[in-house]
């Protein structure tokens, strides 16, 4: 091994952790998207080709690996204690009575900063590298969940600071931006599937996914707000550690001010809360600590919370207003979602709500939500408005009963409820509304990424009659847009270059753009990798669909939706139009191929081998189009036995499984198969 190589990943190491900083954490990206990749793409090239220079810091452990059994609860060094609460600004001065009983004679400094609603977790490093998560739990001890955390961009995997010790405990707050929320749940709904609650729930849920591959493709943050141990470290106070840690490059809580009187504290915690919106991320409250870590020590704390500290909670933002009707939307899969309109509209939460989804019949009969109800309404956490619950005691017997339809409101066909399903849906796929969603679907930025076609203009196409699928989106001309309204020349040759330019996406794109129910952007993108054609998955999907199955995270009610569409004429005969009018209906590499010596085996892994860790074997084996399973099957092809093997290696034996040591192993990474000798 040549030094030059390992000098070469190190620097490609630096830049792209520099272009990482810089993007995520603050902010100020100097290099495109598209620069950032071909980065990231040679380094996986050099790091595929010499799989014993792979280290647990490098940018490419962020993508995850094999699925966990279940997490390992681990201790905390330290406790974790959660927060007393205050609701109002005499409170706020009765916290600071009690801390100067508690030292008095001191003067005190106060240092307040944004509370952020999201999943506690501590993060540990030795020299300066990162070795371990954990969830907070009950406080005493939580789950490693590290694999997880590094998926999450902003969170350094390693870090070089003159002024922060190498050896050092973080607790941080991981949640998921406002924007970023939207886009999931908007991605749930396109794959036919409930959208996640609110942003904490889903970056609760996605922090503790045992396959970390599914949390990398949820994009987590994180904030770091405190240290685990403040006295083992050189900083004197809070607020000159907060600036310390965000000098090497972490990112820190928001809003933080160092204050000399509690007055100045609650000046600063209601300019924060009338702003509380122009944040992308759900923050509930302020969090006001005695900056001195010193007089934090002498203050302690009880069995729950510490007496130095306490969360100055925002005010509940909720609103009354009246359901006027209850109307019927109608999506892309055919679901019908009924939606309550308020008169008068109110201002909630910085903006203006005249409408909120009652999600399903189900939840509007278990809230009794009734034309005419009077309502409690609330926009917070939750990004979306909600009703919360019907104010019974304003009911004046006028009230409207809630009816679910049985024909559709935009077409009139006849609705169907799936057994086990929440959602009525129309029966008719030539349904106007479902066109309209299915070609808005199908030009979203996540599938074909047509730019200049939104709603509107599909709605626009659609009145026309234009347009009455996604294939008649290639016959459109700029002389056929000039007659719509608000198209001028160069409005309709930037849409018409837009929709030729999709032809190009390739597979995976095109296959999530189909819109194929339970089929999200994930699913798209492991089908698109195992099948190099949409031919070759159309004849799996039709003719052995139990084979879908044998694919990672593909299961059953996924593989029969697939037979289900591709065995549908009428989507077939779509398919065919798309691939007439040239759409590239095969796979698209973007990252060079590494030889896939491995392609198609399953591997297991035990014992401890000399010249790689757990994880950079399993790197090897994947750069190689193999997979690792964490237990002995029938379809495990080889199992790797280190030094030390548990007893997965005799299930190995007793199955007639070959077993590879060490330096079979090696000489299989490099397309020596067993079978060849």
Same mark, same amino acid.
């Given at each position: 091994m040549s030094a030059g190589v390992r000098n070469q990943i190190e620097k490609l190491r630096d830049k792209i952790r520099y272009h990482e900083r810089m993007y995520y954490v603050e902010d100020a990206p100097?290099?495109?998207?598209?620069?950032?990749?071909?980065? /990231?793409?040679?380094?996986? @090239?050099?790091? #595929?080709?010499?799989?014993? %220079?792979?280290?647990?810091?490098?940018? *490419?452990?962020? $993508?995850?690996?094999?699925?966990?059994?279940?997490?390992?609860? $681990?201790?905390?060094?330290?406790? /974790?204690?959660?927060?007393?609460? *205050?609701?109002?600004?005499?409170?706020?001065?009765?916290?600071?009575?009690?801390?100067?009983?508690?030292?008095?004679?001191?003067?005190? +400094?106060?240092?307040?900063?944004?509370?952020?609603? !999201?999943? !506690?977790?501590?993060?540990?490093y030795e020299e300066g590298v990162f070795v371990q998560g954990i969830t907070r739990g009950d406080g005493r001890s939580g789950d490693d969940v590290t694999a997880n955390l590094r998926t999450v961009r902003s969170l350094p995997l390693r870090f070089d600071s003159q002024a922060v010790p190498g050896e050092i405990e973080l607790r941080g707050e991981v949640y998921l931006s406002h924007s970023v929320f939207q886009h999931m749940n908007a991605e749930r709904e396109? +794959?036919?599937?409930?959208?996640?609650? &609110?942003?904490?729930?889903?970056?609760?849920g996605s922090l503790r996914q045992l396959d970390s591959r599914i949390t990398a493709r949820r994009p987590l943050n994180i904030f770091i707000y405190g240290l685990a141990a403040p006295e083992a470290t050189p900083f004197a106070g809070h607020d000159a550690a907060m600036a310390a840690i965000e000098e090497a490059g972490f990112p820190v809580i928001e809003e933080r001010r160092q204050l000399p009187t509690i007055e100045a504290v609650i000046d600063?915690? %209601?300019?924060?809360?009338?702003? @509380?919106?122009?944040?992308?991320?759900?923050?509930?409250? /302020?969090?006001?600590? $005695?900056?001195?870590?010193?007089?934090?020590?002498?203050?302690?704390?009880? +069995?729950?919370?510490?007496?130095? #500290?306490?969360?100055?909670?925002?005010?509940?933002?909720?609103? *009354?207003?009246?359901?006027?009707?209850?109307?019927? &939307?109608?999506? @892309?899969?055919?679901?019908?979602?009924?939606? +309550?309109?308020?008169?008068?509209?109110?201002?909630? !939460? !910085?903006? *203006?709500?005249?409408r909120a989804t009652l999600h399903n019949e189900d939840e509007v009969r278990r809230k009794d939500i009734r034309e005419g109800d009077t309502v409690l309404i609330e926009r917070g956490g939750d990004v979306i408005p909600k009703v919360v619950m019907v104010i019974t005691d304003k009911r004046t017997g006028d009230e409207k009963p809630f009816e679910m339809p049985n024909t559709c409101p935009v077409c009139g066909a006849a609705l169907h409820r799936p057994e086990g399903e929440v959602a009525r849906r129309c029966t008719n796929a030539a349904c106007p509304a479902q066109q309209r969603e299915r070609i808005t679907h199908f030009a979203r930025r996540a599938a074909m990424d047509i730019e200049h076609l939104g709603p509107k203009v599909v709605e626009q196409l659609i009145e026309a009659e234009l347009v009455s699928d996604v294939a008649d989106l290639y016959g459109l001309t700029v002389e056929k847009l000039l007659p719509l309204e608000r198209f001028a020349e160069k409005s309709a040759a930037n849409l018409v270059a837009a929709i030729e330019a999709s032809k190009e996406r390739g597979l995976y794109r095109f296959l999530f753009a189909l819109g194929i129910r339970h089929v999200g952007e994930r699913a798209a993108d492991i089908l698109a990798e195992k099948f190099a054609s949409l031919d070759a998955l159309i004849e799996v999907a039709q003719n052995h669909p139990d084979q879908l199955q044998e694919i990672p995270e593909i299961g059953p009610v996924m593989a029969e939706s697939l037979r289900l569409f591709f065995s549908e004429p009428k989507n077939q005969a779509l398919i065919e139009k798309l691939a007439t009018l040239g759409v590239v209906t095969e796979r698209v590499r973007t990252v060079p191929a590494v030889s896939q010596v491995l392609s198609g085996k399953a591997f297991v892994l035990t014992g401890a081998l000399s010249g790689y860790t757990r994880e950079e074997a399993a790197k090897a084996i994947e750069a190689r189009g193999g997979r690792v399973t964490s237990s002995v099957s029938a379809k495990t092809d080889y199992v790797v036995v280190g030094a030390d093997p548990g007893s997965k290696a005799d299930q190995a034996r007793s199955r007639g499984i070959p077993c590879l040591d060490e330096k079979a192993f090696e000489e299989l990474l490099a397309g020596r198969l067993p079978e060849d000798e």
């Open positions: 100097e290099i495109s998207d598209r620069e950032f990749d071909l980065l /990231m793409e040679e380094l996986l @090239r050099l790091e #595929a080709e010499h799989p014993e %220079l792979v280290t647990s810091d490098s940018p *490419t452990q962020r $993508v995850g690996g094999e699925p966990v059994g279940e997490f390992r609860a $681990v201790a905390h060094t330290h406790p /974790m204690l959660s927060l007393d609460n *205050t609701y109002s600004p005499e409170e706020l001065r009765e916290f600071d009575a009690r801390v100067c009983r508690l030292i008095p004679e001191i003067e005190l +400094a106060y240092t307040a900063e944004l509370k952020i609603d !999201g999943v !506690g977790v501590s993060l540990r396109a +794959a036919g599937e409930l959208p996640f609650a &609110n942003p904490r729930n889903a970056a609760a600063h915690c %209601l300019a924060v809360q009338e702003k @509380r919106h122009h944040f992308d991320y759900d923050a509930d409250g /302020m969090v006001v600590k $005695v900056d001195a870590y010193e007089l934090q020590e002498k203050l302690g704390a009880t +069995a729950k919370h510490p007496r130095w #500290a306490i969360a100055y909670k925002f005010p509940a933002e909720q609103a *009354t207003t009246t359901v006027k009707e209850i109307e019927f &939307n109608v999506g @892309r899969t055919g679901a019908v979602t009924p939606v +309550a309109i308020f008169d008068p509209p109110v201002e909630l !939460g !910085g903006a *203006t709500v005249r």
